[in-house]
């Protein structure tokens, strides 16, 4: 039995649980901004965060370094290196979105321009770590999906501020 393409198999599973359910959460919010309600909305989205979200981003990086442990030659390739740096920036993502939701469990407001900005982030990276592991090539992708996202992330990180 192939290890690696084992752990490779369940870390695409899990990553895509992750970022799927870190969509919906953000989704959550937006619907929650409009419906203004506070503490059901709230409950919701700590129990999918505390169930779904994190575990799943959790096993996502564990599987990711046991393929790296596994299979070294992936670190000596520069695609893997901004594959890195984009998962560093939606680790970043995650962890407003957390920042976010806590506010909304204590009732607090949510602007619905800072959670679309963390939607279009999580979209634009999702992009950017898709196109790098099935090209492996990453000058063109930092280009395409790289400048964009880290512009989304900036600009919601800043609206974030204000609100």
Same mark, same amino acid.
């Given at each position: 039995?192939?290890? %690696?393409?084992?752990?490779?198999?369940?870390?695409?599973? *899990?990553?895509?649980?992750?970022?799927?359910?870190?969509?919906?959460?953000?989704? +959550?919010?937006? $619907?929650?901004?409009?419906?203004?309600?506070?503490? $059901?909305?709230?409950?919701?989205?700590?129990?999918?965060?505390? *169930?779904?979200?994190?575990?799943?981003?959790?096993?996502?990086?564990?599987?990711?370094?046991?393929?790296?442990? %596994?299979?070294?030659?992936?670190?000596?390739?520069?695609?893997?290196?901004?594959?890195?740096?984009?998962?560093?920036?939606?680790?970043?993502?995650h962890l407003l979105t957390k920042k976010k939701?806590?506010?909304?469990?204590?009732?607090?407001?949510?602007?619905? *321009?800072?959670?679309?900005?963390?939607?279009? !982030?999580?979209?634009?990276?999702? +992009?950017?770590?898709?196109?790098? $592991?099935?090209?492996?090539?990453?000058?063109?992708?930092?280009?395409?999906?790289?400048?964009? $996202? %880290?512009?989304?992330?900036? !600009?919601?990180?800043?609206?974030?501020?204000? +609100?």
């Amino acid at each position: 039995m192939d290890y %690696l393409l084992l752990i490779k198999s369940l870390h695409i599973i *899990t990553a895509i649980l992750w970022i799927g359910s870190l969509y919906v959460l953000l989704q +959550s919010m937006v $619907a929650h901004n409009k419906m203004g309600q506070t503490r $059901a909305v709230g409950m919701f989205e700590m129990q999918l965060y505390r *169930t779904v979200v994190n575990p799943m981003m959790m096993a996502t990086f564990i599987l990711g370094i046991g393929m790296l442990v %596994l299979n070294t030659k992936y670190l000596k390739n520069p695609w893997m290196h901004v594959k890195l740096t984009v998962l560093i920036l939606m680790l970043v993502v995650h962890l407003l979105t957390k920042k976010k939701m806590l506010a909304i469990h204590k009732g607090g407001p949510v602007t619905a *321009t800072s959670v679309l900005w963390l939607i279009l !982030g999580v979209l634009a990276l999702l +992009s950017m770590i898709v196109l790098l $592991a099935v090209h492996k090539d990453p000058i063109p992708w930092i280009l395409v999906g790289g400048l964009p $996202a %880290l512009i989304l992330i900036i !600009g919601g990180i800043i609206l974030q501020r204000r +609100s």
